[in-house]
Protein backbone atom coordinates (compact mmCIF):
# COMPACT_ATOMS: atom_id res chain seq x y z
CA UNK A 1 0.00 0.00 0.00
CA UNK A 2 1.33 3.52 -0.82
CA UNK A 3 3.38 5.60 2.03
CA UNK A 4 3.09 2.66 4.37
CA UNK A 5 6.79 2.05 4.36
CA UNK A 6 6.46 5.35 6.14
CA UNK A 7 5.02 3.81 9.11
CA UNK A 8 8.81 2.63 10.51
CA UNK A 9 9.20 6.55 11.40
CA UNK A 10 5.72 7.00 12.71
CA UNK A 11 6.00 3.97 15.15
CA UNK A 12 2.34 4.75 16.78
CA UNK A 13 2.13 2.45 20.28
CA UNK A 14 -1.70 2.67 20.32
CA UNK A 15 -1.65 2.65 23.97
CA UNK A 16 0.19 5.54 25.51
CA UNK A 17 -0.93 7.37 21.92
CA UNK A 18 -4.73 6.66 22.77
CA UNK A 19 -4.32 8.16 25.86
CA UNK A 20 -2.99 11.05 24.23
CA UNK A 21 -6.23 11.39 22.95
CA UNK A 22 -8.21 10.87 26.29
CA UNK A 23 -6.23 13.16 28.03
CA UNK A 24 -6.90 15.76 25.29
CA UNK A 25 -10.62 14.77 25.41
CA UNK A 26 -11.08 15.00 29.36
CA UNK A 27 -8.80 18.57 29.06
CA UNK A 28 -11.11 20.03 26.77
CA UNK A 29 -14.79 18.12 26.95
CA UNK A 30 -15.45 21.19 30.01
CA UNK A 31 -14.92 23.98 27.53
CA UNK A 32 -18.32 25.93 26.59
CA UNK A 33 -16.94 29.02 24.72
CA UNK A 34 -18.11 29.56 21.31
CA UNK A 35 -21.47 29.55 19.88
CA UNK A 36 -23.50 27.05 17.00
CA UNK A 37 -24.23 28.29 13.45
CA UNK A 38 -27.28 29.88 14.45
CA UNK A 39 -27.53 31.56 10.63
CA UNK A 40 -28.31 28.15 9.36
CA UNK A 41 -31.70 27.07 10.90
CA UNK A 42 -30.90 23.61 11.52
CA UNK A 43 -27.24 23.41 12.87
CA UNK A 44 -28.61 25.91 15.32
CA UNK A 45 -30.64 22.55 16.70
CA UNK A 46 -27.09 20.65 17.19
CA UNK A 47 -26.39 19.39 20.67
CA UNK A 48 -23.47 21.82 22.12
CA UNK A 49 -22.17 19.06 24.56
CA UNK A 50 -20.93 17.00 21.47
CA UNK A 51 -17.04 16.07 20.93
CA UNK A 52 -15.06 13.65 19.53
CA UNK A 53 -10.89 13.50 18.25
CA UNK A 54 -10.00 10.30 15.63
CA UNK A 55 -6.77 9.89 14.18
CA UNK A 56 -6.18 6.99 11.16
CA UNK A 57 -2.70 6.30 10.66
CA UNK A 58 -1.33 5.80 6.81
CA UNK A 59 -1.90 2.06 7.59
CA UNK A 60 -5.14 2.23 8.63
CA UNK A 61 -4.85 2.13 12.43
CA UNK A 62 -7.58 4.17 14.36
CA UNK A 63 -7.63 5.97 17.50
CA UNK A 64 -10.61 7.67 18.76
CA UNK A 65 -12.37 9.14 21.37
CA UNK A 66 -15.65 10.62 22.21
CA UNK A 67 -18.71 10.74 20.15
CA UNK A 68 -17.11 9.83 17.30
CA UNK A 69 -19.66 7.54 15.14
CA UNK A 70 -22.22 10.50 16.00
CA UNK A 71 -23.40 12.32 12.66
CA UNK A 72 -23.11 15.42 11.22
CA UNK A 73 -23.17 17.77 7.81
CA UNK A 74 -19.95 18.02 6.37
CA UNK A 75 -20.44 21.82 5.66
CA UNK A 76 -16.80 23.45 4.33
CA UNK A 77 -14.87 20.91 4.39
CA UNK A 78 -16.42 19.69 1.70
CA UNK A 79 -14.86 22.14 -0.30
CA UNK A 80 -11.26 20.12 -0.03
CA UNK A 81 -12.64 16.89 -2.17
CA UNK A 82 -15.05 19.39 -4.53
CA UNK A 83 -11.82 21.08 -5.76
CA UNK A 84 -10.22 17.68 -5.91
CA UNK A 85 -12.60 16.83 -8.50
CA UNK A 86 -12.60 19.97 -10.19
CA UNK A 87 -8.69 19.09 -10.93
CA UNK A 88 -9.55 16.06 -12.33
CA UNK A 89 -12.40 17.10 -14.16
CA UNK A 90 -10.48 20.02 -15.95
CA UNK A 91 -6.57 20.10 -14.78
CA UNK A 92 -5.15 22.89 -12.77
CA UNK A 93 -4.58 25.21 -15.43
CA UNK A 94 -8.11 25.71 -16.14
CA UNK A 95 -9.47 25.73 -12.96
CA UNK A 96 -6.72 28.86 -12.27
CA UNK A 97 -8.60 30.55 -14.69
CA UNK A 98 -11.54 29.81 -12.12
CA UNK A 99 -10.43 30.12 -9.14
CA UNK A 100 -7.46 31.61 -7.22
CA UNK A 101 -5.41 30.20 -4.56
CA UNK A 102 -4.21 33.16 -2.51
CA UNK A 103 -5.51 33.99 0.93
CA UNK A 104 -7.72 36.84 1.20
CA UNK A 105 -7.89 37.44 5.44
CA UNK A 106 -11.50 37.98 4.82
CA UNK A 107 -14.52 35.96 6.14
CA UNK A 108 -15.39 32.96 4.39
CA UNK A 109 -19.08 34.02 3.29
CA UNK A 110 -17.06 37.75 1.92
CA UNK A 111 -18.84 38.75 -1.27
CA UNK A 112 -15.63 39.64 -2.95
CA UNK A 113 -13.59 38.81 -6.06
CA UNK A 114 -9.98 39.78 -7.00
CA UNK A 115 -10.26 42.91 -8.44
CA UNK A 116 -8.17 42.42 -11.53
CA UNK A 117 -8.99 38.74 -12.57
CA UNK A 118 -12.10 39.06 -11.16
CA UNK A 119 -12.21 34.89 -10.09
CA UNK A 120 -12.46 34.26 -6.36
CA UNK A 121 -9.65 34.62 -4.20
CA UNK A 122 -9.37 30.69 -3.01
CA UNK A 123 -11.48 27.62 -3.48
CA UNK A 124 -11.41 27.14 0.43
CA UNK A 125 -14.33 30.47 0.66
CA UNK A 126 -17.62 30.86 -0.21
CA UNK A 127 -17.00 32.25 -3.64
CA UNK A 128 -14.30 29.92 -4.87
CA UNK A 129 -16.19 27.08 -3.70
CA UNK A 130 -19.27 27.65 -5.79
CA UNK A 131 -16.83 28.29 -8.67
CA UNK A 132 -15.26 24.95 -8.29
CA UNK A 133 -18.37 22.90 -7.91
CA UNK A 134 -19.48 24.47 -11.21
CA UNK A 135 -17.00 23.09 -12.78
CA UNK A 136 -17.93 19.48 -11.97
CA UNK A 137 -18.64 17.48 -15.30
CA UNK A 138 -22.26 16.13 -15.51
CA UNK A 139 -25.19 15.70 -18.25
CA UNK A 140 -27.62 17.08 -15.68
CA UNK A 141 -28.10 17.52 -11.88
CA UNK A 142 -28.79 13.82 -10.80
CA UNK A 143 -25.36 12.97 -12.63
CA UNK A 144 -23.12 15.84 -10.91
CA UNK A 145 -25.13 14.72 -7.59
CA UNK A 146 -23.99 11.23 -8.07
CA UNK A 147 -20.51 11.94 -9.11
CA UNK A 148 -20.13 14.19 -6.08
CA UNK A 149 -21.80 11.37 -3.73
CA UNK A 150 -19.50 8.20 -5.39
CA UNK A 151 -15.99 10.40 -4.69
CA UNK A 152 -16.82 10.98 -1.45
CA UNK A 153 -17.74 7.36 -0.73
CA UNK A 154 -14.32 6.73 -2.19
CA UNK A 155 -12.44 9.00 0.46
CA UNK A 156 -14.82 7.31 3.64
CA UNK A 157 -14.91 3.83 2.41
CA UNK A 158 -18.65 3.63 2.23
CA UNK A 159 -21.96 4.96 1.46
CA UNK A 160 -22.38 8.92 1.21
CA UNK A 161 -26.31 10.60 2.12
CA UNK A 162 -27.26 13.79 2.14
CA UNK A 163 -28.85 15.51 4.99
CA UNK A 164 -32.40 16.30 3.26
CA UNK A 165 -33.04 18.56 6.01
CA UNK A 166 -30.23 20.96 6.75
CA UNK A 167 -30.06 20.75 2.42
CA UNK A 168 -33.77 22.47 2.19
CA UNK A 169 -32.14 24.94 5.13
CA UNK A 170 -29.54 26.30 3.43
CA UNK A 171 -31.19 26.56 0.63
CA UNK A 172 -33.64 28.29 1.51
CA UNK A 173 -31.74 30.86 3.62
CA UNK A 174 -28.61 31.11 1.14
CA UNK A 175 -29.62 34.54 0.03
CA UNK A 176 -25.70 35.59 0.67
CA UNK A 177 -24.32 32.67 -1.44
CA UNK A 178 -26.62 33.47 -3.95
CA UNK A 179 -25.15 37.00 -4.30
CA UNK A 180 -21.83 35.52 -4.65
CA UNK A 181 -22.84 33.64 -7.53
CA UNK A 182 -24.64 36.37 -9.16
CA UNK A 183 -20.99 38.28 -8.80
CA UNK A 184 -19.73 35.78 -10.35
CA UNK A 185 -21.67 35.04 -13.53
CA UNK A 186 -21.36 38.74 -14.23
CA UNK A 187 -17.88 38.23 -14.64
CA UNK A 188 -18.01 34.95 -16.66
CA UNK A 189 -16.89 33.13 -13.79
CA UNK A 190 -19.72 30.57 -13.68
CA UNK A 191 -22.43 29.59 -16.29
CA UNK A 192 -26.05 30.85 -16.05
CA UNK A 193 -27.85 28.35 -14.03
CA UNK A 194 -27.23 29.46 -10.67
CA UNK A 195 -30.25 27.45 -8.62
CA UNK A 196 -28.34 24.35 -10.56
CA UNK A 197 -25.27 25.08 -8.99
CA UNK A 198 -25.83 26.17 -6.13
CA UNK A 199 -28.21 23.53 -4.89
CA UNK A 200 -25.46 20.91 -6.22
CA UNK A 201 -23.12 23.33 -3.56
CA UNK A 202 -25.35 22.96 -0.97
CA UNK A 203 -25.99 19.46 -1.35
CA UNK A 204 -22.24 18.78 -0.71
CA UNK A 205 -22.19 20.97 2.26
CA UNK A 206 -24.98 19.03 3.38
CA UNK A 207 -23.21 15.82 3.06
CA UNK A 208 -23.45 13.35 6.58
CA UNK A 209 -20.21 11.92 7.93
CA UNK A 210 -18.92 11.64 11.34
CA UNK A 211 -15.43 12.38 12.94
CA UNK A 212 -14.28 8.99 12.26
CA UNK A 213 -15.04 9.74 8.30
CA UNK A 214 -12.95 12.69 8.36
CA UNK A 215 -9.84 11.16 10.34
CA UNK A 216 -10.52 8.37 7.18
CA UNK A 217 -10.93 11.22 4.77
CA UNK A 218 -7.64 13.08 5.83
CA UNK A 219 -5.58 10.20 6.18
CA UNK A 220 -6.52 9.69 2.54
CA UNK A 221 -4.69 12.59 1.23
CA UNK A 222 -1.87 12.21 4.00
CA UNK A 223 -1.38 8.46 2.18
CA UNK A 224 -1.35 9.88 -2.04
CA UNK A 225 -5.15 9.48 -2.54
CA UNK A 226 -4.99 5.80 -1.57
CA UNK A 227 -7.81 5.32 1.21
CA UNK A 228 -5.84 3.68 3.85
CA UNK A 229 -9.08 1.63 4.93
CA UNK A 230 -10.08 0.58 1.80
CA UNK A 231 -6.68 0.41 -0.71
CA UNK A 232 -8.46 1.82 -3.69
CA UNK A 233 -7.62 5.47 -4.91
CA UNK A 234 -9.90 8.30 -4.21
CA UNK A 235 -8.15 10.35 -6.59
CA UNK A 236 -5.22 11.16 -8.89
CA UNK A 237 -2.23 11.84 -6.82
CA UNK A 238 -0.95 14.56 -9.14
CA UNK A 239 -3.57 16.44 -7.17
CA UNK A 240 -2.33 15.92 -3.60
CA UNK A 241 0.44 18.81 -3.97
CA UNK A 242 -2.58 21.44 -5.05
CA UNK A 243 -5.40 20.61 -2.63
CA UNK A 244 -2.90 20.62 1.20
CA UNK A 245 -1.52 23.75 -0.57
CA UNK A 246 -4.42 25.72 -0.37
CA UNK A 247 -5.70 23.51 3.12
CA UNK A 248 -2.25 25.03 4.21
CA UNK A 249 -2.70 28.60 3.44
CA UNK A 250 -6.10 29.10 3.51
CA UNK A 251 -8.09 26.23 5.19
CA UNK A 252 -8.99 27.56 8.58
CA UNK A 253 -10.89 30.63 7.15
CA UNK A 254 -9.16 34.35 8.25
CA UNK A 255 -7.59 32.42 10.87
CA UNK A 256 -5.29 30.24 8.21
CA UNK A 257 -2.30 32.74 8.91
CA UNK A 258 -2.09 32.00 12.38
CA UNK A 259 -3.06 28.14 12.31
CA UNK A 260 0.32 28.02 9.75
CA UNK A 261 2.18 29.73 12.30
CA UNK A 262 0.50 27.62 15.31
CA UNK A 263 -0.18 24.28 14.17
CA UNK A 264 1.25 23.94 10.56
CA UNK A 265 -0.18 21.18 9.03
CA UNK A 266 -3.16 21.47 6.37
CA UNK A 267 -6.30 21.80 7.36
CA UNK A 268 -10.10 22.48 6.78
CA UNK A 269 -12.84 23.58 9.24
CA UNK A 270 -16.49 24.00 8.69
CA UNK A 271 -19.35 25.31 10.48
CA UNK A 272 -20.55 21.93 11.39
CA UNK A 273 -18.11 22.37 13.95
CA UNK A 274 -15.52 19.70 12.39
CA UNK A 275 -11.77 20.00 11.60
CA UNK A 276 -10.05 17.92 9.67
CA UNK A 277 -5.99 17.72 9.42
CA UNK A 278 -3.42 16.05 7.44
CA UNK A 279 -0.03 15.20 8.18
CA UNK A 280 1.46 14.48 4.95
CA UNK A 281 2.86 10.38 4.60
CA UNK A 282 1.51 9.95 8.36
CA UNK A 283 -1.47 10.30 9.81
CA UNK A 284 -5.34 12.00 9.32
CA UNK A 285 -7.11 14.01 11.93
CA UNK A 286 -10.86 14.75 12.66
CA UNK A 287 -11.85 16.48 15.45
CA UNK A 288 -15.55 17.51 16.04
CA UNK A 289 -17.31 20.14 18.23
CA UNK A 290 -20.35 22.01 17.32
CA UNK A 291 -19.23 25.37 19.43
CA UNK A 292 -17.74 28.09 17.07
CA UNK A 293 -15.43 30.70 17.45
CA UNK A 294 -16.06 34.34 15.78
CA UNK A 295 -14.41 33.11 12.53
CA UNK A 296 -16.16 29.95 12.60
CA UNK A 297 -13.78 27.68 13.77
CA UNK A 298 -14.15 24.64 16.28
CA UNK A 299 -13.42 25.84 19.63
CA UNK A 300 -12.15 22.69 21.10
CA UNK A 301 -11.31 21.27 17.78
CA UNK A 302 -8.64 24.44 17.25
CA UNK A 303 -7.50 23.91 20.78
CA UNK A 304 -7.04 20.29 20.25
CA UNK A 305 -5.43 20.50 17.02
CA UNK A 306 -2.68 23.34 18.61
CA UNK A 307 -1.82 20.94 21.64
CA UNK A 308 -1.39 17.71 19.26
CA UNK A 309 0.94 19.38 16.82
CA UNK A 310 2.63 20.60 19.97
CA UNK A 311 2.81 17.44 21.92
CA UNK A 312 3.77 15.21 18.83
CA UNK A 313 5.35 17.30 16.89
CA UNK A 314 3.84 17.73 13.76
CA UNK A 315 4.09 21.05 12.49
CA UNK A 316 5.70 20.53 8.99
CA UNK A 317 8.89 22.83 10.05
CA UNK A 318 9.31 20.93 13.34
CA UNK A 319 12.75 21.03 13.49
CA UNK A 320 13.36 17.75 15.83
CA UNK A 321 11.28 14.39 14.60
CA UNK A 322 9.56 13.37 18.08
CA UNK A 323 5.80 11.96 16.75
CA UNK A 324 5.53 8.43 17.44
CA UNK A 325 7.86 8.95 19.98
CA UNK A 326 6.11 7.10 23.38
CA UNK A 327 8.39 8.78 25.47
CA UNK A 328 7.54 12.36 24.24
CA UNK A 329 3.41 11.22 24.72
Request: proline share 3%; net charge negative; hydrophobic share 40%.
Amino acid sequence: MANQANLEDVEIASAPFLAVLSDLYCKYKSVKEGTLANYIPELAKVNPELFSICIVSVDGQKYQVGDYQHQFTIQSISKVFAYGLALEDHGRDYVLTKVGVEPTGDAFNAIILDEQSKRPYNPMVNAGAIATTSLIKGSGATERLNRVLDMFQKYTGQNTLVDISVFTSERSTGHRNRAIAHLMLNFGMIDQNIEEVLDLYFQQCAVMVNCQDLAVMAATLANGGINPITGHSAIDSRYIKDILSVMYTCGMYNFAGEWAYKVGIPAKSGVCGGIMAVVPHKMGIGVFSPLLDMRGNSVRGVKVCEELSQRLGLHLFECSDRIGNSNSL
